[in-house]
Every structure is written in C-alpha cells, then in structure tokens.
C-alpha cells in the first residue's frame, strides 16, 4: 500500500503506523509508603489491520494493532506489557483506545483528535475512560476490583512523522489510598 493510500484509509493514525523507541520515560507508580519513580525504556510498534472495518452496516472504522514492552532503566527488567488498538472513526471524528495488560484490566478510551498544521502535521488525541465518563468503561478481575481498581484513566498523546510524545494517568484504589499513577515519554520512530 502506497503513502498516500495509507493516508486515504488511515487518515490521523497514517504516522504512527511503524516501530518507535524512547529511553526518557517516567513511572510514578502507587507503593505501600508512598509514589515509587522509575526511569523507563520502551517499543511501541503499531501495524494496520488490513481492511476497513465495519459496525452493524453503519460505522467505519480503521484501526492499528499495537504492542508495547516498558523495561526500567535501572535494570533492564520489563515491567509492563500491553497491547491493543488505536481506532479512527472519520464520520464522528472520534478515537477509541482498546487495551490490556497481563494484570486482568482492559479498558477502551475514547476522545478527540485535533491537527495542527502549524506543526508538521501534528496529531493529538485525548481519551478517558472511567471516572464520571460512563460512555467507556474499565474492565478487571474480582482480584484487582478488590485490591488494586482502577476507577480512571486519561492519555493524551501527540505524533508527527517521526516523533511521540504521551502523559497518561490511570487512578487506582490501592493500599486504603487512591493514587494517580503517571506515565511520560517521548519516542522516536526507530523505522522512519
């Protein structure tokens, strides 16, 4: 598929799709005595689903499959894996993040997306699920309902060609407390 029969199909997603890398992240993450900092690593490589997809003969949707390995600077070990999609509806204008993690929690994010010519193009989605937001809902286990729910999550993220950047919250109810945990990073395109 051409460059430009991408952009046709994929319309705001069309830059993200390939490999990306970045070694600045940061992890504050909910600890028994407090906030625990982590230096972080990671891959995100996002790869189309072929063919447009269609709801009940009324929507379309294209969508990216992506996965995602984090590992601490300090020792190498992974921390966090997920996958799952980044889906463009043209018609409503809208972007739905579907993931899980190997924790038993899934949820799917849904936003805006806005294009800032100005700047090379640069895409910025903003998603929540959770919270007061009924529309898109966060699933988990009994195990993690009682001891480590999650009650929301927002990510925001911006792209050009060759360059991502996101901060995400996810506000979980762990150890009789409720904690903002926070990730940053900013990653380049390792196949551009």
Not at 68 to 93: C, M, P, Q
């Amino acid at each position: 598929m051409s460059e430009d029969q991408q952009n046709n199909v994929f319309g705001p997603l069309t830059n993200l799709i390939g490999t990306w890398q970045g070694n600045k992240g940061v992890d504050m993450a909910p600890e028994r005595d407090g906030l625990d900092e982590n230096g972080y690593y990671e891959t995100i490589e996002f790869v189309p689903v072929d063919d447009e997809i269609e709801n009940a003969e009324e929507q379309e949707l294209v969508a990216l499959h992506y996965h995602k390995v984090v590992r601490r600077l300090s020792n190498d070990n992974v921390f966090h894996d997920e996958t799952g999609y980044l889906i463009w509806e043209d018609a409503t204008k809208t972007i739905m993040h579907s993931l899980v993690i190997p924790r038993g929690v899934g949820l799917i994010a849904g936003g805006c997306c806005s294009i800032d010519d100005t700047q090379e193009n640069e895409v910025t989605f903003s998603m929540t699920a959770g919270g007061d937001n009924t529309d898109w809902p966060i699933m988990q286990s009994p195990f993690m309902l009682d001891k480590a729910q999650t009650t929301a999550f927002t990510h925001k993220m911006s792209f050009t060609r060759d360059k991502l950047s996101y901060a995400h919250t996810t506000t979980v109810e762990i150890y009789g407390r409720i904690f903002e945990h926070t990730d940053q990073n900013v990653l380049t395109k390792a196949d551009a």
